[in-house]
């Protein structure tokens, strides 16, 4: 059914210059521009010649299981209609397929498609939907030394989530090699019942390209990654940073001194005032928080006043918020929350860091789930400066205002004049 719905738009070869070879890297995503790339598990390539073959003539040998069932119960093109017509009526809690094809004119794939007898879930890999797969094919992983020997690029694993921050707390480098060579999806553990989502950033600061969460939980984790994605014109894609791309450079994602080559930022915010918040008359307040490397995460740490019985055009007009050092810019995320005085929720807005212009700005909100909101805004003020360790201070504002700091000498020397010190005694 793949072939059938996707058409054209299936990458079913690879592409010439990126052969499924060891060492050849993955072609890029502009490389694969409107394809889609199936990942499933693939049969050897000689076993999948074989029983392709075999599946294409209608001799391909089913399970036992299956050869000792009812031939009644294979699936036709004329018991199709039957199926179509009771669905409406009947919930069914098996998966299953539908073929709607003419056998008359059907070529051999498509009549064996029409005739393939389904039982449920099952180990064994379909030959046609093996020969899919090229660029995402899942592996058991064996270590991330093995993955560096093989270097077998398209070759990619799937990590529960505690597994995955396990290989972080011991291999945390390693990971991040991983991710330069091949596909990593991180899923959420079984024991989230509850369609709870972990937080994705730990895992994007290791360059993981897949990170799964459950989008039916409009939750911090959720919003973070809805933010996220936003940026780049909400494409999907996001470029990871340089030193996480090329074989040549170390990362470490729990670094707290500054990256080699990239530029630590300082950030400030000062929230002024709101716009159309509630609707009732409640008091509110303004939280915002930093996400992104552990070092520049700040939690629970900047909130405003609480401005009572004015939910319209609340003035909280803050010292700014100083986020004093960032390390790493590119991956940080900016979020900006405001609650009522009972701690719900009434508007939240996740801006990327590299993304935030300096001054002053009006931030339409969105609701939990992410979902724009005609009115309610915050007035605030961004600056966005490079981090300057401490002492080195006036240095930096001599090299970026020159004239500045030399009125302010001479503006120092005429002081000390006309408290009778001599201009000769004073110092060049």
């Given at each position: 059914?793949c072939d059938?719905?996707?058409g054209?738009l299936?990458?079913?070869?690879p592409l010439?210059?990126?052969?499924?070879?060891q060492r050849i890297p993955?072609?890029s995503p502009?490389d694969?521009?409107?394809k889609?790339?199936?990942?499933?598990?693939?049969?050897n390539p000689?076993?999948e010649?074989v029983?392709l073959e075999?599946?294409?003539k209608g001799?391909?040998?089913?399970?036992?299981?299956?050869?000792?069932?009812?031939?009644?119960?294979?699936?036709?093109?004329e018991?199709i209609g039957?199926?179509y017509?009771?669905?409406?009526?009947?919930?069914?809690?098996?998966?299953?397929?539908l073929?709607?094809?003419?056998q008359?004119?059907?070529e051999?794939e498509?009549?064996?498609?029409?005739?393939?007898?389904?039982t449920?879930?099952?180990?064994?890999i379909?030959?046609?939907?093996?020969s899919l797969v090229?660029?995402a094919?899942p592996?058991?992983f064996?270590?991330?030394d093995?993955?560096?020997?093989?270097?077998?690029?398209?070759?990619?694993?799937?990590f529960?989530?505690n597994?995955a921050?396990g290989?972080?707390k011991?291999?945390?480098?390693?990971?991040?090699n991983y991710?330069?060579?091949q596909?990593?999806r991180?899923y959420?553990k079984?024991?989230?019942?509850?369609?709870s989502?972990f937080?994705?950033?730990?895992?994007?600061?290791?360059?993981?390209q897949?990170?799964a969460l459950n989008?039916?939980?409009p939750?911090?984790p959720?919003?973070?990654?809805q933010?996220?994605?936003?940026?780049n014109g909400g494409?999907?894609?996001?470029?990871?940073?340089d030193?996480?791309?090329?074989?040549d450079?170390i990362?470490?994602?729990?670094?707290e001194?500054p990256?080699?080559?990239?530029?630590?930022?300082q950030?400030?915010?000062r929230?002024i005032?709101?716009?159309?918040?509630?609707?009732?008359?409640?008091?509110?307040y303004?939280?915002?928080?930093?996400y992104g490397?552990p070092t520049?995460?700040?939690?629970?740490e900047?909130?405003t006043r609480m401005v009572p019985a004015n939910g319209l055009?609340?003035v909280y007009?803050?010292?700014p918020?100083v986020f004093?050092?960032?390390v790493?810019?590119d991956?940080?995320?900016l979020r900006i929350?405001?609650?009522?005085?009972n701690g719900k929720m009434?508007g939240q807005?996740?801006?990327?860091?590299d993304?935030?212009q300096a001054?002053y700005r009006h931030?339409?909100?969105r609701?939990?789930g992410?979902?724009?909101m005609?009115?309610p805004m915050?007035?605030i003020?961004?600056?966005?400066?490079?981090?300057?360790?401490?002492?080195l201070g006036?240095?930096m504002d001599?090299?970026?205002?020159?004239?500045?700091?030399?009125?302010?000498?001479?503006?120092?020397i005429?002081?000390m004049?006309?408290?009778?010190?001599?201009?000769?005694d004073?110092q060049n």
């Amino acid at each position: 059914y793949c072939d059938e719905i996707l058409g054209d738009l299936l990458l079913r070869e690879p592409l010439p210059n990126y052969p499924l070879e060891q060492r050849i890297p993955l072609p890029s995503p502009n490389d694969l521009k409107y394809k889609i790339v199936i990942k499933n598990k693939r049969l050897n390539p000689e076993d999948e010649k074989v029983e392709l073959e075999l599946w294409k003539k209608g001799q391909l040998a089913q399970d036992e299981d299956e050869e000792n069932e009812d031939p009644s119960a294979i699936i036709t093109a004329e018991d199709i209609g039957k199926y179509y017509l009771n669905l409406r009526n009947h919930l069914f809690n098996d998966f299953f397929c539908l073929f709607f094809i003419s056998q008359e004119y059907a070529e051999p794939e498509q009549i064996a498609m029409a005739n393939y007898r389904y039982t449920g879930a099952t180990q064994h890999i379909h030959p046609y939907l093996s020969s899919l797969v090229n660029y995402a094919q899942p592996i058991k992983f064996q270590g991330f030394d093995v993955a560096e020997e093989r270097e077998i690029c398209y070759h990619m694993s799937s990590f529960a989530e505690n597994t995955a921050l396990g290989y972080l707390k011991t291999q945390a480098i390693e990971f991040v090699n991983y991710n330069k060579r091949q596909l990593s999806r991180i899923y959420p553990k079984g024991t989230r019942a509850d369609s709870s989502n972990f937080l994705p950033q730990v895992f994007w600061n290791a360059g993981s390209q897949m990170v799964a969460l459950n989008f039916q939980t409009p939750d911090l984790p959720m919003q973070l990654n809805q933010g996220k994605f936003e940026y780049n014109g909400g494409c999907g894609y996001l470029l990871k940073p340089d030193f996480m791309r090329r074989k040549d450079r170390i990362f470490d994602p729990f670094a707290e001194s500054p990256v080699d080559g990239v530029i630590a930022a300082q950030c400030s915010v000062r929230v002024i005032s709101g716009q159309f918040l509630s609707d009732k008359k409640v008091g509110t307040y303004v939280e915002v928080d930093m996400y992104g490397l552990p070092t520049d995460t700040i939690r629970k740490e900047f909130r405003t006043r609480m401005v009572p019985a004015n939910g319209l055009n609340p003035v909280y007009n803050e010292e700014p918020f100083v986020f004093r050092k960032v390390v790493l810019p590119d991956l940080a995320v900016l979020r900006i929350a405001v609650y009522d005085e009972n701690g719900k929720m009434l508007g939240q807005r996740i801006l990327p860091l590299d993304g935030l212009q300096a001054g002053y700005r009006h931030i339409s909100l969105r609701t939990e789930g992410n979902f724009p909101m005609s009115l309610p805004m915050l007035f605030i003020c961004i600056e966005l400066k490079i981090y300057v360790p401490d002492g080195l201070g006036d240095l930096m504002d001599a090299l970026s205002d020159p004239r500045a700091f030399l009125s302010a000498q001479e503006k120092r020397i005429a002081q000390m004049k006309a408290m009778g010190i001599e201009e000769t005694d004073i110092q060049n």
